[in-house]
Antibody, heavy 116, light 108 residues
Framework: QEQLMQSGAEVKKPGASVRLSCTISGFSFTSYPLHWMRQAPGQRPEWVGLIVPANGETGYSRSLQGRATITRDTPATTAFLELRGLTSEDTAIYFC?????????WGPGTPVIVSS | EIVLTQSPGTLSLSPGERATLSCRASQSVGKNYIAWYQQKPGQAPRLLIHTASSRATGIPDRFSGSGSGTDFTLTIARLEPEDVAVYYCQQFITPPYSFGGGTRVEIK
């Protein structure tokens, strides 16, 4: 069964960093780009960035101002999103998704709450 | 950044009626760099349509997509109660791959 599994909810203080994981199963890890999106409460989804697991190439939304880094561990079939310098505006559910023509398979999401 | 504007904000229809959802881009996204997603409360978005008009695997044929350039449409031919959700369009011709603000579909 093709699926993406994501790490558990995180609660962080402003200024902290968070590292989220996305582990795939049921399909080839190196065959599809993986995208990260986030969705703040009651808002539209926002594209965060992507990684091409086959070669490690990445791309990011400029709105994150260089605070995001996406990496992968190919043997573990896992991609990671690290976000630094957290503020309350980073409070959202973070989704990873496989890209095949569009985001055709999504993980369940990881809630991240940033609060003092 | 390409801005996507969806209309209407909310659509309230009776079962069996036709729903027409619009997505307008601030600049051309080409012939088919648009996807449509359905999102129900507490769930991740679900892909309905990719490349503007191709249904994703397992999507009923009452869902269809059309358009090109700056104007795209998602049509639900015969609304069913399980179609209650928020629908988003997304462009992927130029990063950041932005989403529209969504159309909420309700059943009367």
């Amino acid at each position: 069964q093709e699926q993406l599994m994501q790490s558990g909810a995180e609660v962080k203080k402003p200024g902290a960093s968070v590292r989220l994981s996305c582990t795939i199963s049921g399909f080839s890890f190196t065959s599809y780009p993986l995208h990260w999106m986030r969705q703040a409460p009651g808002q539209r989804p926002e594209w965060v960035g992507l990684i091409v697991p086959a070669n490690g190439e990445t791309g990011y939304s400029r709105s994150l101002q260089g605070r995001a880094t996406i990496t992968r561990d190919t043997p573990a079939t896992t991609a990671f999103l690290e976000l630094r310098g957290l503020t309350s505006e980073d409070t959202a559910i973070y989704f990873c998704a496989r890209w095949f023509g569009a985001a055709d398979l999504w993980g369940p999401g990881t809630p991240v709450i940033v609060s003092s | 950044e390409i801005v996507l504007t969806q209309s209407p904000g909310t659509l309230s229809l009776s079962p069996g009626e036709r729903a027409t959802l619009s997505c307008r881009a601030s600049q051309s996204v080409g012939k088919n760099y648009i996807a449509w997603y359905q999102q129900k409360p507490g769930q991740a978005p679900r892909l309905l349509i990719h490349t503007a008009s191709s249904r994703a695997t397992g999507i009923p044929d009452r869902f269809s997509g059309s358009g090109s350039g700056t104007d795209f449409t998602l049509t639900i031919a015969r609304l069913e109660p399980e179609d209650v959700a928020v629908y988003y369009c997304q462009q992927f011709i130029t990063p950041p791959y932005s989403f529209g603000g969504g159309t909420r579909v309700e059943i009367k």
